[in-house]
């Protein structure tokens, strides 16, 4: 069976590794693939500027009520780091009124085990990866995640959240402020505490995605094809599509895994899914011996990712369509955010000229989509959102079983693509 993966970001790469190892052979379509030259350049795109943690503690879903009030009542705040741009859009109307129409607690309580579920599976097949060998060390780290919080409701709320996640194994301890001290010397005063949750686990994007491209370009059944995918025509017996280069290809089945851009070929292909969007920055400073853990800083809503030699900081959610352009005010919060939080830190550490930003694709329901679209031929593999580096092995296994007409690991029936 020929096979065509379109999309080189996380979920396009973690399909084409399992299809590759179900002996398929595989031709990937990736306009953009990282600079050869200079690896220490960090390329656009979400799977590049994410802050590369493993999440199962992330359980709530983006439509939850409370992330849905306090959305509404950022959204009008210049440096906020959640945003929707006002735009004539049906598509936007749409997602908009099924966001709301799942922000509620059922909603919630229905979401939290299939999101559970998926990051659980997916962290088990990251620890496969690397222990295979086969793409070497992505700085997998084991040291879990804090959740460090400035206000005492703040706190509150994810201890609320850390209870929930107890009831799937997922194991976290509450740290005031001297015992964060102790682990994490620079942390400044005006911080109240952090829940540290011990399931979750650090990674380093650009290394996993450097070291993955170098594995399937070396495996003799992989082509990559340096071009954009411009439409799919099913008009024939197998599905045949063209790229910018005028150049015609067909294949028996394709999996499209364009991030946030999957509504553009889904469409040509008479299909479409609800997805926005949401885009994010990182900016990141060499001072790598300053912070010790991952962490998320909850009221900046900033993550903070120490890798081997610099320290990531990303954030924001600005829903204003399919573009790369930079918002320099929201990029100065992320920076102003360190020094908000660690002693030591200021906004001239962070390189803001260097910044980078990436587009998580959103479902209106916080679910990822996984499955076959109206015509069975085309598998689509997005909508990861928040999570969609956490759980790229276990939808990139997922799409391969759909590809191939097999049982998959957990149940895909919460991912199909018609659901709204
Ligand atoms: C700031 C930030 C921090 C994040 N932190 C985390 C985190 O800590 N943990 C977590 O789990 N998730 C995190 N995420 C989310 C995660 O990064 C994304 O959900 C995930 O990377 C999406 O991967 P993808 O492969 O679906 O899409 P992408 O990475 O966007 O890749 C899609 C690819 O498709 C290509 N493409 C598009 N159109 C075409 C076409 N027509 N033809 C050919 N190719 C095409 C693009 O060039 C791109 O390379 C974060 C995201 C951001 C922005």
């Given at each position: 069976m020929k096979v065509a993966v379109i999309g080189g970001g996380i979920s396009g790469l973690c399909t084409s590794y399992y299809l590759l190892k179900a002996g398929v052979q595989v031709e990937l379509f990736e306009p953009h693939k990282p600079n050869k030259e200079n690896e220490k350049e960090v390329p656009f795109g979400a799977s590049y500027v994410n802050a590369g943690y493993l999440t199962p503690s992330h359980i709530i879903p983006l439509s939850s009520p409370s992330l849905f009030a306090s959305g509404l009542k950022m959204m009008f705040q210049r440096?906020?780091?959640?945003?929707?741009?006002?735009?004539?859009?049906?598509?936007?109307?749409?997602?908009?009124?099924?966001?709301?129409?799942?922000?509620?607690?059922?909603?919630?309580?229905?979401?939290?085990?299939?999101?559970?579920?998926?990051?659980?599976?997916?962290?088990?097949?990251?620890?496969?990866?690397?222990?295979?060998?086969?793409?070497?060390?992505?700085?997998?780290?084991?040291?879990?995640?804090?959740?460090?919080?400035?206000?005492?409701?703040?706190?509150?709320?994810?201890?609320?959240?850390?209870?929930?996640?107890?009831?799937?194994?997922?194991?976290?301890?509450?740290?005031?402020?001297?015992?964060?001290?102790?682990?994490?010397?620079?942390?400044?005063?005006s911080v109240l505490g952090a829940v540290r949750y011990y399931s979750d686990v650090s990674t380093n994007p650009i290394e996993f995605m450097s070291k993955m491209w170098a594995y399937l370009m070396a495996h003799q059944n992989f082509n990559l094809v340096e071009n954009k995918v411009e439409a799919i025509d099913l008009n024939r017996a197998e599905v045949r599509f063209y790229t910018d280069s005028g150049e015609g290809y067909s294949f028996d089945k394709v999996a499209i895994t364009t991030g946030a851009q999957a509504n553009r070929l889904l469409k040509s292909a008479g299909d479409s899914i609800l997805l926005e969007a949401g885009k994010g920055y990182a900016i990141q400073t060499p001072k790598s011996n300053h912070i010790a853990f991952p962490a998320l800083l909850l009221e900046s809503k900033v993550a903070v990712s120490p890798f081997k030699d610099i320290i990531r900081f990303s954030g924001t959610m600005e829903l204003s369509g399919i573009n790369h352009n930079i918002n320099k005010l929201r990029v100065s919060a992320i920076a102003e955010s360190a020094e908000q939080y660690y002693q030591g830190l200021s906004v001239n550490d962070f390189k803001l000229d260097k910044v980078r930003c990436g587009l998580r694709p959103l479902s209106p329901d916080g679910l990822p989509y996984i499955g076959v679209s109206k015509d069975p031929r085309i598998v689509v593999n997005t909508g990861g959102a928040m999570m969609g580096w956490s759980i790229g092995p276990a939808a990139g296994k997922m799409t391969t079983a759909v590809l191939l007409e097999q049982k998959t690991e957990i149940s895909l029936s919460p991912f199909v693509l018609n659901r709204f």
């Amino acid at each position: 069976m020929k096979v065509a993966v379109i999309g080189g970001g996380i979920s396009g790469l973690c399909t084409s590794y399992y299809l590759l190892k179900a002996g398929v052979q595989v031709e990937l379509f990736e306009p953009h693939k990282p600079n050869k030259e200079n690896e220490k350049e960090v390329p656009f795109g979400a799977s590049y500027v994410n802050a590369g943690y493993l999440t199962p503690s992330h359980i709530i879903p983006l439509s939850s009520p409370s992330l849905f009030a306090s959305g509404l009542k950022m959204m009008f705040q210049r440096k906020s780091p959640f945003y929707i741009k006002p735009r004539l859009s049906a598509n936007l109307i749409k997602w908009g009124f099924n966001f709301a129409k799942h922000s509620n607690n059922k909603h919630v309580d229905y979401a939290i085990p299939e999101i559970a579920q998926i990051n659980l599976y997916s962290k088990e097949l990251f620890q496969e990866i690397l222990s295979s060998n086969e793409i070497g060390d992505f700085q997998y780290r084991d040291r879990g995640l804090l959740m460090i919080y400035k206000t005492k409701e703040v706190g509150d709320e994810e201890l609320e959240v850390s209870h929930r996640a107890s009831e799937f194994g997922i194991k976290s301890e509450l740290l005031e402020h001297e015992a964060l001290k102790k682990i994490e010397p620079h942390i400044h005063p005006s911080v109240l505490g952090a829940v540290r949750y011990y399931s979750d686990v650090s990674t380093n994007p650009i290394e996993f995605m450097s070291k993955m491209w170098a594995y399937l370009m070396a495996h003799q059944n992989f082509n990559l094809v340096e071009n954009k995918v411009e439409a799919i025509d099913l008009n024939r017996a197998e599905v045949r599509f063209y790229t910018d280069s005028g150049e015609g290809y067909s294949f028996d089945k394709v999996a499209i895994t364009t991030g946030a851009q999957a509504n553009r070929l889904l469409k040509s292909a008479g299909d479409s899914i609800l997805l926005e969007a949401g885009k994010g920055y990182a900016i990141q400073t060499p001072k790598s011996n300053h912070i010790a853990f991952p962490a998320l800083l909850l009221e900046s809503k900033v993550a903070v990712s120490p890798f081997k030699d610099i320290i990531r900081f990303s954030g924001t959610m600005e829903l204003s369509g399919i573009n790369h352009n930079i918002n320099k005010l929201r990029v100065s919060a992320i920076a102003e955010s360190a020094e908000q939080y660690y002693q030591g830190l200021s906004v001239n550490d962070f390189k803001l000229d260097k910044v980078r930003c990436g587009l998580r694709p959103l479902s209106p329901d916080g679910l990822p989509y996984i499955g076959v679209s109206k015509d069975p031929r085309i598998v689509v593999n997005t909508g990861g959102a928040m999570m969609g580096w956490s759980i790229g092995p276990a939808a990139g296994k997922m799409t391969t079983a759909v590809l191939l007409e097999q049982k998959t690991e957990i149940s895909l029936s919460p991912f199909v693509l018609n659901r709204f």
